[in-house]
């Protein structure tokens, strides 16, 4: 029973731990006729400190991108509109996204599935220039609150997480 409950948690792992973007959706909407692309969410950030866990994903309408982010923060936060977003990147340039709305953090408001479920988190949407993304790699994040700001160090293995879904979101943008 042991062998088999190892060899179950090192499949999930593999499973898991593997980067895999995907575009998720390009349609256009039958209401507003307007052009949909979306990214699968990813993971940025996950381990120790706060946030513990955050994930991203990029979106196109029209092609206007927006910035998806999830934050596991464990706390009641709230997130308003116009609160920044900042990147420094692998040359130590500064870039930064505006939320577009308020955002209330909420229990598993940062969740993706049951990963993070149970504790605080918040779900907050960006918008701005992210071309950036297209030559950088994201080595640290900061992301602005009700609370003050939360940085966040970006692990070598997530750097070109943000890069790779603003590509994806490119391509596809000019392929139809």
């Known amino acids: 029973m042991k062998r088999f409950i190892f060899t179950i948690t090192i499949?999930?792992?593999i499973v898991f731990s593997c980067n895999a973007q995907e575009i998720v959706k390009n349609e256009v909407d039958d209401f507003t006729g307007n052009?949909?692309?979306?990214?699968?969410?990813?993971?940025?950030?996950?381990?120790?400190g706060i946030p513990s866990g955050?994930?991203?994903?990029?979106?196109?309408?029209?092609g206007t991108m927006i910035l998806d982010m999830k934050y596991m923060i464990d706390d009641?936060?709230?997130i308003g509109k116009g609160d920044k977003l900042m990147f420094l990147d692998n040359n130590k340039n500064k870039n930064e996204v505006t939320s577009i709305n308020t955002y209330i953090g909420e229990k598993g408001g940062g969740?993706?599935?049951?990963?993070?479920?149970?504790?605080w988190g918040i779900y907050a949407q960006y918008s701005g220039e992210l071309g950036f993304l297209n030559n950088s790699l994201i080595q640290k994040i900061r992301i602005y609150t009700s609370k003050g700001y939360y940085d966040k160090e970006i692990k070598k293995k997530y750097q070109e997480t943000l890069q790779?879904?603003?590509?994806?979101?490119?391509?596809?943008?000019?392929?139809?």
Do not use: D, P
């Not at 979306?38 to 381990?47: D, F, P």
């Not at 955050?54 to 029209?62: L, T």
């Not at 969740?111 to 504790?119: F, R």
């Not at 790779?164 to 943008?173: A, P, T």
């Open 11 to 13: 499949i999930f792992s």
């Open 35 to 48: 052009r949909v692309i979306e990214t699968s969410w990813e993971k940025l950030a996950w381990g120790l």
């Open 54 to 62: 955050i994930y991203a994903r990029i979106r196109s309408i029209n």
């Open 76 to 78: 009641a936060v709230v």
């Open 111 to 119: 969740a993706i599935g049951l990963a993070g479920s149970g504790v």
């Open 164 to 176: 790779k879904l603003y590509k994806l979101v490119i391509k596809e943008s000019i392929t139809r």
